[in-house]
């Protein structure tokens, strides 16, 4: 009797089938294990720098940082995906996951500002309103991206204020060569030279080489808050919570400050 | 000889051959049961931006295609008749966008067309012109990396030409043109066939070389599945979008399958 092939492909089969997910150890009320932080792309940096101290505050604890757009971040929550905490860079992709009823009570954690950014030397774009000039080359992010919501609505104040001519608004959308899926790839297409100019956070540029920032005027700048949290669907709820405190308590947010971050009043 | 109850090794191939078509038909099967499930992939289905992802997919491909066939045709025949100095390095050249992800075939494309590459500067400073972010751009990254798959079945397919009709049909006076259009091509035309709809199918599925070196906008350079990628992450047309853009491509693809199992049949015959 050949017995073993089938007990083979049963196994295969089997594995396939149950061994997807690992067993996750048992929860404790010891801040330990994995957590896994879906996070802005825009936080990259601090977020990194958070993770370490995280680790470093609760030895045998293991950040594991996912960094995209907030709302390609909002989406694979809503279908799914395995995260503990959600840290994103506007309000709008938070209660896309709220309404899913995915996430506890969003805070407030950090604030951000528009910038322009430029290759370094470039003399296509000088100023704010440069952005109209015909055949310049702009990148923005994808539509429903955090930095797009917050481009729109300095443009949309530009244009209503009507201090760079009528249309401005238009003029400017008609200058856009390229939608990219999140802030850190528009940035790269100006790093590269491809494009002439794109809409970017502050901290953005603080991280980035070969590339410089455009003011943009405070009359048409837009207050951007970054919201943090703790997932209903995570597998370390326990950790996830812990992360949440550390990133509003006192070295998460000096960590911030350091990569160019303000804090909310408190 | 005689039936016998199913043995072990029947079984066993059996399982594993339910388990790997269940792979491959449940994704598919969601994919359809979404759209249907989902009335407002059904909407999104009629949503003018789905129409235009479309269209611009169906003229960049058609033009890629065209492009690969005119290029990749004689530097096949060439190949397949090793008659060029160099023949083993091109071939091996022609390989590496096979193997290669199309990402880094999209920041390859950069660092030779992009404004600050090795031939697109001198060009945007002579011309003014530059590739990125056109549709000139998407058709660039489809050819780079569709067109190797043609140039290998079309020399596979001349390959299995035998020479001497060749050589006969200029004996009894016919120029290098005319054998070639007259024995060779209809010769070779099922391979020939096959491999310019696999181009195609590539072609059409092209994401990670175009999002990098063409860019994504609507209408512009927002190929079919760029425009999957862009719902997806939260764009407009959202998750359904996402689904009905899915299933766009889907019979798109499905149609040049079933053209490629004509087109061989007819080849065979």
């Known amino acids: 009797m050949r017995a073993w092939p089938v007990l083979v492909a049963l196994l295969v089969t089997a594995l396939l089938l149950g061994g997807c997910r690992s067993a996750d150890t048992a929860p404790s009320s010891a801040?330990?294990?994995?957590?896994?932080?879906?996070?802005?792309?825009?936080?990259?940096?601090?977020?990194?720098?958070?993770?370490?101290?995280?680790?470093?505050?609760?030895?045998?604890s293991k950040v594991t940082l996912n960094f995209a757009s907030s709302s390609a971040l909002a989406t694979q929550i809503s279908e799914g995906a395995p995260?503990?905490?959600?840290?994103?860079?506007?309000?709008?992709?938070?209660?896309?996951?709220?309404?899913?009823?995915?996430?506890?009570?969003?805070?407030?954690?950090?604030?951000?500002?528009?910038?322009?950014?430029?290759?370094?030397?470039?003399?296509?774009?000088?100023?704010?309103?440069?952005?109209?000039?015909?055949?310049?080359?702009?990148?923005?992010?994808?539509?429903?991206v955090p930095v797009d919501n917050y481009t729109m609505q300095s443009l949309a104040a530009a244009d209503r204020a009507g201090a760079f001519g009528v249309d401005f608004q238009a003029r400017v959308m008609a200058n856009v060569k390229s939608r990219e899926a999140n802030v850190r790839a528009a940035l790269t297409k100006v790093q590269l030279g491809e494009a002439d100019a794109a809409f970017v956070y502050g901290t953005?540029?603080?991280?980035?080489?070969?590339?410089?920032?455009?003011?943009?005027?405070?009359?048409?700048?837009?207050?951007?808050?970054?919201?943090?949290?703790?997932?209903?669907?995570?597998?370390?709820p326990t950790a996830g919570s812990a992360f949440v405190a550390f990133v509003r308590g006192g070295e998460g947010q000096a960590l911030l400050t350091r990569r160019g971050f303000t804090m909310p009043p408190r | 000889?005689?039936?016998?109850?199913?043995?072990?090794?029947?079984?066993?191939?059996?399982?594993?051959?339910?388990?790997?078509?269940?792979?491959?038909?449940?994704?598919?099967?969601?994919?359809?049961?979404?759209?249907?499930d989902d009335p407002r992939a059904r909407e999104a289905l009629g949503d003018p931006a789905v129409g235009m992802a479309l269209r611009l997919s169906l003229v960049t491909t058609a033009v890629s295609v065209t492009l690969s066939l005119l290029f990749g045709t004689p530097v096949a025949y060439l190949l397949a008749r090793r008659q060029i100095p160099g023949g083993a390095v091109l071939?091996?050249?022609?390989?590496?966008?096979?193997?290669?992800?199309?990402?880094?075939?999209?920041?390859?494309?950069?660092?030779?067309?992009?404004?600050?590459?090795?031939?697109?500067?001198?060009?945007?400073?002579?011309?003014?012109?530059?590739?990125?972010?056109?549709?000139?751009?998407?058709?660039?990254?489809?050819?780079?990396v569709a067109a190797p798959?043609?140039?290998?079945?079309?020399?596979?397919?001349f390959e299995a030409v035998d020479p001497e009709l060749e050589a006969i049909a200029r004996t009894l006076g016919a120029s290098r043109v005319h054998v070639f259009r007259r024995i060779t091509?209809?010769?070779?035309?099922?391979?020939?066939?096959?491999?310019?709809?696999?181009?195609?199918?590539?072609?059409?599925?092209?994401?990670?070389?175009?999002?990098i070196f063409a860019g994504s906008l609507t209408g512009r350079t927002q190929t079919l599945p760029l425009a999957v990628v862009a719902a997806f992450e939260g764009g407009p047309l959202g998750l359904p979008g996402?689904?009905?853009?899915?299933?766009?491509?889907?019979?798109?693809?499905?149609?040049?399958?079933?053209?490629?199992?004509?087109?061989?049949?007819?080849?065979?015959a």
Do not use: H
């Not at chain 1, 940096?45 to 609760?58: I, L, T």
């Not at chain 1, 920032?213 to 597998?235: H, Q």
């Open chain 2, 91 to 144: 071939d091996a050249l022609l390989d590496l966008p096979i193997v290669l992800p199309p990402t880094v075939a999209g920041v390859a494309l950069l660092t030779a067309f992009g404004r600050r590459g090795l031939l697109g500067e001198p060009i945007e400073a002579v011309t003014g012109l530059s590739l990125p972010f056109t549709a000139v751009a998407v058709i660039v990254a489809q050819t780079f």
């Open chain 2, 149 to 157: 798959l043609y140039v290998r079945a079309a020399r596979t397919g």
């Open chain 1, 204 to 236: 953005d540029i603080a991280s980035a080489r070969e590339v410089e920032a455009v003011a943009v005027p405070d009359a048409y700048n837009v207050a951007t808050e970054y919201l943090i949290a703790p997932l209903t669907g995570g597998e370390n």
């Open chain 1, 31 to 60: 801040v330990s294990g994995e957590v896994i932080v879906s996070a802005a792309s825009s936080l990259t940096e601090a977020f990194a720098d958070v993770a370490r101290a995280f680790e470093r505050q609760y030895p045998g």
């Open chain 2, 185 to 211: 091509v209809p010769l070779a035309r099922g391979p020939l066939l096959a491999g310019a709809v696999l181009c195609w199918a590539r072609a059409l599925g092209e994401l990670g070389a175009t999002l």
């Open chain 2, 1 to 36: 000889m005689i039936l016998r109850r199913p043995s072990g090794i029947t079984l066993a191939v059996a399982v594993l051959a339910i388990t790997f078509a269940l792979f491959f038909l449940l994704p598919f099967a969601g994919l359809v049961w979404r759209a249907v």
């Open chain 2, 242 to 268: 996402a689904i009905a853009l899915s299933l766009v491509l889907l019979g798109v693809a499905l149609i040049l399958l079933i053209a490629l199992r004509l087109v061989a049949k007819r080849g065979l």
């Open chain 1, 83 to 144: 995260a503990d905490v959600f840290a994103s860079a506007d309000e709008a992709q938070m209660k896309a996951v709220r309404t899913d009823r995915l996430a506890a009570a969003p805070e407030v954690f950090a604030r951000n500002r528009l910038v322009i950014a430029k290759p370094t030397g470039s003399v296509a774009i000088t100023a704010y309103g440069d952005l109209a000039k015909p055949g310049l080359r702009i990148v923005l992010a994808a539509d429903g």
